[in-house]
């Protein structure tokens, strides 16, 4: 069963059309590596699945319940739910600077789930020792690196105990020597079998994690497939186009 | 040095009533500022319209003639205005309460502006609800934001409440001034103006501690 589903999306900002007729489906298990020249609405359409921007034609339905149905939304209780079982990471990570390491990754599910507080601490500790944290967890997000600040944000998205993880660039706003330890716990939740959509310039990382590779170009999906499908017998010209541009970097 | 002691007794009687004002003002203005600077993010537009004319008044006009309007004005209204009679302290602290909010509303919601939008975004995709997200991650950090402002507003506050005065309240000014006029002796200004010195140094004190802690639980 698909853990997401996606008909005929549209998204316009004002009569510019960054989002036309994309489809596709995610299958439990499945890492989508999304790439793309810039603008081409990788961001967007993610943006989109998870409700922090509304589309203008289409559907969507997630494992939670419908989102959107041919461009109708539903009610607010019913958008919750339906993306209640998404969580994401955001390329500026967004922790929470008032709050420490710990707390940063205990709030939500204190919040939203009304879990006991030995149950969170009990699943704090896992996460932050997962992505190689557990002696930072009473520092505030500001002292630490940024790609010590993002693997708190994927340990904080995951305390929701999230169904399908969503990754907006989750490393360009890192230095290079860092992006290696975000990419490194993205794909150890890949062999964990962790459900995913990442948009990613990494074509390395796409390669080895992906199950499969979008490549999105001016609103549309040009192409997709296996990664050495796409990436090494790209089909279309404008993926070879837009491979070869990047390898120049 | 004997003719200070022989005044300071009255002059001290003043600076009580100048710090109950004080802490009565900070008390009601610091919370009404705050739920102004809420409504000016509503959604709903009348009620945006109605806090900025607020706003626009009590930042546009004197805080003298505020504070004379509310004591001497209030009561010719035609038929509420018996209901609007105040002593002189209940006067002060409402002419002062209201125009203090509005200054505080604008701090405030230059703190709100200073949160990114990411941070609405990562709460929402946790699902926590408005509320939420206002009271655990918003409005701590705008208080960072805003302490400063805050800080040199409180200080503001202790030398404004001199302009009750006008309207013949006890405070400190008005003391120093009376004993002026009955001993023909400048020393009283002095004084006071000592007075006025310690109460803006402790309240800094306080202030400075506030935010060095504010700034400590992000550092």
């Not at chain 1, 710990?102 to 704090?124: G, S, Y």
């Not at chain 2, 302290?89 to 125009?99: E, H, K, M, P, R």
């Amino acid at each position: 069963m698909a853990v997401i589903e996606v008909k005929h999306l549209r998204k316009a900002y004002g009569d510019q059309e960054v989002l036309k007729d994309i489809s596709f489906q995610v299958a439990e298990g499945e890492v989508i590596a999304v790439i793309g020249p810039s603008g081409s609405g990788k961001s967007t359409l993610l943006r989109c699945l998870i409700d922090l921007e509304k589309v203008d034609g289409g559907s969507i339905t997630a494992s939670g319940g419908v989102l959107v149905e041919e461009g109708r939304y539903r009610g607010k209780k019913e958008a919750g739910q339906a993306t209640e079982k998404m969580g994401m990471v955001f390329q500026q990570f967004n922790l929470f600077p008032n709050l420490n390491v710990r707390d940063n990754l205990k709030l939500a599910p204190r919040l939203v789930k009304k879990e006991k507080e030995d149950a969170l601490e009990k699943r704090c500790a896992r996460l932050l020792d997962k992505v190689g944290l557990a002696h930072k967890d009473t520092a505030y997000p500001a002292l630490l690196s940024g790609g010590e600040q993002q693997r708190v944000a994927i340990a904080r998205a995951l305390m929701m105990e999230p169904e399908l993880l969503l990754f907006d660039e989750p490393t360009s706003s890192l230095d290079p020597e860092l992006t290696g330890e975000v990419l490194e716990v993205i794909r150890q939740l890949a062999a964990e079998r962790m459900t995913m959509i990442v948009v990613t310039h990494e074509m390395g990382f796409a390669r080895e994690a992906a199950s499969r590779v979008i490549f999105m170009d001016q609103g549309r999906v040009a192409e997709e497939g296996r990664p050495e499908e796409v990436l090494d017998r790209p089909r279309q010209e404008r993926t070879r186009l837009f491979l070869r541009s990047t390898l120049k970097q | 040095m004997a003719y200070f002691t022989g005044i300071a007794p009255f002059l001290l009687e003043g600076a009580k009533m100048t710090l109950f004002l004080w802490a009565l003002t900070l008390v009601l203005s610091l919370p009404l500022g705050f739920l102004v600077s809420l409504l000016v993010r509503s959604r709903f537009r009348p009620l945006v319209w109605l806090t900025e004319i607020y706003i626009y008044i009590m930042r546009g006009t004197p805080l003298m003639l505020q504070l004379m309007f509310v004591y001497y004005g209030l009561p010719f209204i035609p038929v509420v205005g018996v209901w609007l009679r105040f002593n002189r302290l209940t006067a002060a602290v409402f002419a002062f309460a209201l125009n203090y909010a509005a200054y505080f509303a604008e701090i405030f919601r230059g703190g709100f502006l200073a949160v990114p939008k990411g941070q609405y975004e990562a709460c929402q995709v946790l699902g926590l609800s408005r509320m939420q997200t206002l009271t655990k991650v918003v409005v701590p950090q705008m208080i960072r934001v805003a302490l400063p402002g805050i800080t040199n507003e409180t200080i503001t506050l202790v030398k404004d409440t001199s302009l009750a005065y006008v309207i013949a309240l006890a405070e400190l000014m008005h003391a120093a001034k009376a004993t002026v006029s009955r001993d023909s002796n400048p020393a009283a200004y002095v004084l006071a103006g000592l007075i006025y010195l310690v109460i803006v140094f402790a309240v800094t004190l306080v202030f400075k501690k506030l935010e060095t802690r504010y700034r400590l639980m992000e550092k």
